[in-house]
Structures are given as C-alpha cells and as structure tokens.
C-alpha cells in the first residue's frame, strides 16, 4: 500500500442461529432463565419418524411410523432389533428398553400414560398389538408391553391425540364414531373398560390433533384443523375448551387472535403447566394466521403472550422457566431474535422465557399477520442444530418435544444433531448433568470471509456468523 493511502474495512456480520446454549446465565431473569445444554446425548435410534414421547419415571416410551431400533453410533441398518411404531429408552442413559417391545400393525401417532403410570396408551392407525385386534387404540403395561384385553373401544378412524385421567381416556382425531355411536373426531371411554362414556362434543370441518387437561380435570383445550367446535366458531376456529364432564363449550378468549383452521392450517400441538396452556400451529396457505407459539391462562383463556417467529412449530413443552418449541423457525426476528437470511436458514429447536418479557414489534418479513403490540417472551439462547430428514417427504427435523426437571427429549426425523449422526431421538440435559462441550460451529462453507472493493481504497468484509 502506497504510503499515505487509508484503506476502509466495512465488516458486515450475516448472522443466523448456531449451536449454542446458555445453562448458566448471569444474571438469571425471567426474561433469561437457565437452558438445558445444547450437547446431544447418545440416544437409541430409529429408521423412520417419531411422533410423540411421553417420560415414566426414568422411561421413555415413543410413537411413531418406524420398523427397527439401534444403539447410538450404529450406523443405518446396522445393529438393529424389531421395534413395530413403539418402543421405551432409559431416560438417563439413552439405551433400549429390551423389555417394552409391544407390535403394532400401522403406525402410532400418540402416546401418554395413565396417572399413576400403571398403564400406557398409544394411538393411531393400527388395527391390531401383538397380533390382536385392537382398533387405532389399546393400553398396554409398561413393563412388558403385553396389551390389556379388558381396555377395547374400536374408533372407525385414526387417533391423533390421547389425555387420561384415573377414570377416563379422551380420544381425540379423524374418527366420526366409535364402536356403532357416532363420535364427531372427540370422545371419551372408561378408563378400565374401554366403555363408550356420554361425553360428546364435536368437532366440525377438520380434524382434532391436539387435547390437554387441565390441572383441576375440570376443562380439555383441543386443537386442530377443525372450524368449528360444538358449532361455535369463536372460540372453536382450530382451538377452544369443552367442559371434562358435560362437552359443553368453555371460555377460551386467545382464540379470537389465533386463528388456525381448514385445509391449510391448524394447531400442531397442546402442552401445559399449573397456570398456563402453550400452543404451537402452522398455516400454508389461507384459513389461518399463526405459525409460532402461544401462552393462554388456564383460567379462561386470555392470552399471556405470543411468539412470532415464522415457520410452522410442531410441538412445545414447558420445563421449568423455559418453554421448548420444536418446527422450522427461520424468522424470529419480531421479538428480537435472529433475523431471515438469505438463503433461507433454518432453526428447527428454539427455547423461549416462560414470562412475557416484552412486546410484539410489526411484522418485518414476508405478508405475515402482524400480531404487533402483544406480550411476547424472551428467545433464549438454545440453538441445537437438527437436520431435516427424509422419511415422510415433508423435509421435516424434529415433530415433538417434551421433557422433565433433568433432560428435554426431542424425536422426528432428524438424521443429525449439531452435524453428529444421530437418527429420530436425542436428549439434552441440564448443566450439572451434561458433557457442556458443545459451542458455536461453522456451519458451511458461507462462514469463509468474502472480500469486495466497492471504490478505490475500500474493502467490505462480510461472513456469516458462528
């Protein structure tokens, strides 16, 4: 450089999410509570997709569209043993439950257990357990997995969703009867018997694929494509409550700002904790206006906030402080998270506060609804790094989420996390319990700096963040 000469650098940072966790924040806040690590613990693996998980104890017990399972590290089609759409992994170290292997004809779409843990349900589309007939549902011991005979209601359609009390199993899904009685996608049967029970509440113009209880068992909040619901459509456009007992409609005011219904959209998923119900959704297309996340009181349903990240959300899970959400995230940028890049990026497991710490600012990406001015959470620093997979040709990562005071459990179709082959299942655990090695990595070649000169004596320096 000839002397005299100032040369100007112009550093642009391109940022996106990277994988990354904040188990120890200083201060802790509400607006910034602890996460779980971002480590991704070894956790037996299966070849298909899972749909939902529920913990047991120190088991975890899986539904999904899959044939085998086999240990962390092995490699596709190697090391497997039968697992027929279920199977139960030790919470604490990942293995296998050899014990648990019940099978099941077509694939299960939902699991959850009893209250006292005594019985297992699982739902969806078979039509037999261990080469018995049983009809999109059945209870199983969670030990053997051996089906309990005494336990036979027979939907004529899919079981999407499954809330059990000590009395009573609530079905929720495509079917219009179970058994000869009409049944309108929702029902409820004896929880020893199987017998039809007279709880009847309808759903109309979609499907259910959602329901939670309320602590006090007095309310179930449902979700769904549905646009109707006991033919109210407000509350009961994709979400709304019915009473536990009698199905009548029940007060659910945040369902006069989220609006998922029809063919292109829905509520994806339901979970809860003491106070508050959370609830995720997609929309493609007309019908509906809602793709993150929301915070509903249980008490009527008036909104405790809202997050407007872009891209549908599968499923969520409240743990402690924080609220875990898994979809393809790709724009979180109205409550001040990571920015849309270009070419498109994707986050596909995110962590937000469970207070509202803030306000929703315009929308600032695409023709989206502008859910401006409302309570929003803090996005948390939790950036796990989960590819799509392959299996259902939906170019999907992770579909569900849950977890306990120790770990968040995430399954779907993932073939790796944070770029380790890692198929369908994986943990993550608190600070006191995980390895706490995993950090921001270079994700792709785009982290390599480019250089421009826009006039003489000028250089701009742009990379992608990691």
């Known amino acids: 450089m000839a002397a005299g000469t100032v040369l100007a650098v112009v550093a642009t940072v391109i940022t996106g999410p990277v994988a990354s966790a904040d188990t120890a924040p200083d201060p802790v806040t509400a607006a910034n509570p602890p996460t779980v690590s971002a480590d991704p613990l070894p956790t037996v693996q299966v070849d298909g997709v899972v749909w939902q998980q529920v913990i047991v ?22 090391n497997t043993v039968p697992r027929n759409h279920i199977l139960a992994y030790d919470l604490t170290t990942g293995v296998l439950r050899q014990s648990f292997a019940p099978s099941l004809n077509a694939q299960a779409r939902t699991i959850t257990a009893s209250p006292d843990g005594s019985r297992i349900y699982v739902g969806g589309a078979f039509t037999a357990v261990n080469g018995t007939p049983a009809y999109r ?64 509440p309808s759903a109309a113009g979609g499907d259910v ?40 409609l029940r007060p659910w005011s945040v369902n006069g700002l989220i609006r998922n219904g029809g063919p292109n959209a829905a509520i994806t998923g339901l979970s809860a904790d003491a106070a ?36 549908d959300t599968y499923g969520v899970s409240p743990v402690g402080e924080a609220i875990y959400t898994v979809g393809h995230a790709h724009y979180c940028g109205n409550i001040g998270g990571f920015p849309e890049t270009n070419p498109r990026s994707w986050q596909r497991a995110l962590a937000f506060s ?35 997979g392959t299996f259902t040709g939906q170019s999907q990562g992770p579909w569900t989420v849950t977890g306990n005071a120790d770990y968040v459990v995430l399954g779907g179709e993932f073939p790796r996390v944070n770029g380790k082959a890692q ?13 706490n090695t995993s950090g921001p990595v270079v994700t792709d070649a785009s982290a390599s700096p480019t250089l421009t000169s826009p006039a003489a004596g000028r250089v701009t320096v742009r990379w992608t963040a990691n």
């Open 276 to 311: 508050n119900v959370y609830g995720t959704g997609y929309v493609f297309g007309s019908g509906g206006n809602f793709e993150g996340t929301f915070s509903a009181n249980w008490a009527d349903g008036s909104l405790r906030w809202v997050e407007d990240c872009h891209g």
């Open 423 to 435: 198929q369908g299942l994986v943990r993550f655990a608190v600070r006191s319990i995980a390895p």
């Open 137 to 200: 549902v059945a209870a199983l011991d969670p030990t053997t997995g051996a089906m309990i005979s005494s336990f036979r209601p027979a939907p004529n359609s899919r079981v999407e969703t499954i809330v059990a009390t000590a009395d009573a199993v609530y079905l929720g899904g495509w079917f219009s009867a179970v058994g000869s009685s009409p049944r309108a996608k929702l029902a409820a049967v004896d929880a020893g018997t199987g017998a039809l029970r007279g709880w009847n």
């Open 209 to 248: 694929t959602a329901m939670v209880i309320s602590p006090d068992r007095t309310k179930i909040v449902v979700g769904g494509s549905f646009t109707t619901l006991n033919g109210s459509s407000n509350p009961g456009y994709g979400l709304g409550a019915v009473d536990a007992t009698s199905g009548a």
């Open 57 to 78: 104890g120190n088991t975890v017990y899986v539904a999904g569209n899959f044939s085998t399972a086999r240990p962390a590290g092995a490699a596709p089609g190697t």
């Open 354 to 388: 469970r207070s509202a710490t803030g306000t929703v600012a315009r929308n600032g990406s695409g023709s989206y609804f502008n859910f401006q001015g409302n309570p929003a959470p803090s996005i948390l620093t939790w950036f796990p790094r989960l590819d799509a």
